[in-house]
């Protein structure tokens, strides 16, 4: 296990063998880090958040914070759960879910997030999924495996993207997007 002197670890937080954790990173309380996982510098996560084995985080990543929804009160117990082999570029975000939604977020495994990504409270992505840069997924956002979301796209809440989908970049998704 590697630690930066600068790095900020709650000593409640759980990580797994040979986690990597860089310069000025926050690891918040109640946060659980599978083997291999690397957290670049200036990366924070918070919350119920769980992730598997070898995910990496680049910088400026904010993971786990509470949902942007008028609705949700400091303190429910919401979560977020994310898979194996995940990669998660330069300033993308990631909420826990809504006490309304379900209570999770929910991340497979081996998806790439490219930079600028969002992933909104309550959001299911499968596994062997791609957003490109600033692909943008609102509140209760569905996406199947091996769907690919093109750059500076936004999905609307409660849309569903079905395997193999591919939406365009600069696309406004609001409706479903089939198989």
């Known amino acids: 296990m590697s630690i930066h002197p600068t790095a900020v670890v709650s000593s409640k937080a759980s990580l797994g063998e040979g986690v990597s954790i860089g310069p000025y990173a926050v690891l918040e309380e109640r946060v659980v880090l599978g083997p291999g996982c690397r957290v670049d510098a200036h990366t924070v996560i918070q919350g119920s958040t769980t992730v598997g084995a070898h995910c990496h985080f680049f910088p400026f990543c904010s993971i786990g914070f509470p949902p942007q929804d008028l609705k949700h009160q400091e ?77 500076f796209s936004g999905i609307h809440q409660f849309c569903r993207v079905g395997t193999y989908g591919f939406v365009g970049g600069y696309s406004v998704i609001t409706k479903d997007v089939l198989p």
Do not use: K, P, Q, W
């Open 75 to 151: 303190g429910e117990s919401t979560e977020l759960v994310v898979g194996n082999h995940n990669v998660f570029r330069e300033y993308v975000t990631v909420n826990r879910g809504t006490s309304e939604g379900g209570g999770r977020t929910c991340i497979g495994d081996y998806n790439f997030i490219m930079a600028y990504g969002h992933i909104a409270h309550d959001c299911s992505l499968g596994n062997h999924i791609l957003l490109a840069n600033a692909a943008t997924l609102a509140g209760h956002v569905s996406i199947a495996d091996n769907a690919t979301i093109g750059a």
